[in-house]
């Protein structure tokens, strides 16, 4: 029978942030035994069947354009043997009676489509744009936002706690929000847990 010694680290929750730290932990020669209660891991991060149609429960990442906050860790896990990705022009239409709205991957596309609806408010497009000013995600970012500003990012639960020994991963620590937020969240987290040697020398952190 395994006891606590037979590990490093044991993660509570297969989400994608305690994937993305687990995973980090192993590729630098920890053992680490991570612990879900579902009988599948990825948390949100899944897809379903109902009949005969799959559901995919998330749709979109950003942060994979090369040498991006996403890409660096993916690579650094050699995950892209494994993983497929499809480039997407837009992660949402928005629909009004009176119109539809893109909302474009690019932020200036989308700004310029806001302003076309909205030309008298042009300049707060500028100004107020966007969850990147709130999250500081600046390859997106756009689930799990549903908190305050004052919540978002620094406002975030730290990854390392008072208690010692004990971290906290995922979406509501910090930087936090969507797989984006959550991924880097897990880089925290891992190079909280390691004394920031992920960070010296692999270049892993694009902000921080
Ligand atoms: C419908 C929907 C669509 C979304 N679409 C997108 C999208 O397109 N793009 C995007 O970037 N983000 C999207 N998100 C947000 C994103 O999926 C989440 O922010 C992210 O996956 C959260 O990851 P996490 O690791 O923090 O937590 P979770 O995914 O919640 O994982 C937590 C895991 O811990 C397990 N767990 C909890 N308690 C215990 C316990 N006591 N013992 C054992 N296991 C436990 C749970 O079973 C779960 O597997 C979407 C979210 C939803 C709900």
Redesign the pocket.
Known sequence: MASKSDYDAII?????????TGCLLAKTGHRVLI????F???????SYQRKHYPM???????GLSKGAAIDRIFSFLNLYDRLCFNEIEK?FIYRFPECNIDCYTSITRYQDELKRHFPDQSSSVEQIFTDERYTGTTE?????IDCSPRQANLGRIRNKTPINGLYL?????YP???????IQ??LFTADSILNGCLTRGRNLLVYG
């Open positions: 509570v929750g297969a989400g994608i942030g305690g994937l993305t612990l879900e209660q579902h599948k891991v990825g948390g949100f991060v899944t995919d429960v998330v749709h979109a990442i950003g992660v997106g970012g756009w689930y799990d991963t995922g979406a509501k620590t936090g929000s969507g797989m984006f937020g959550s969240a897990g």
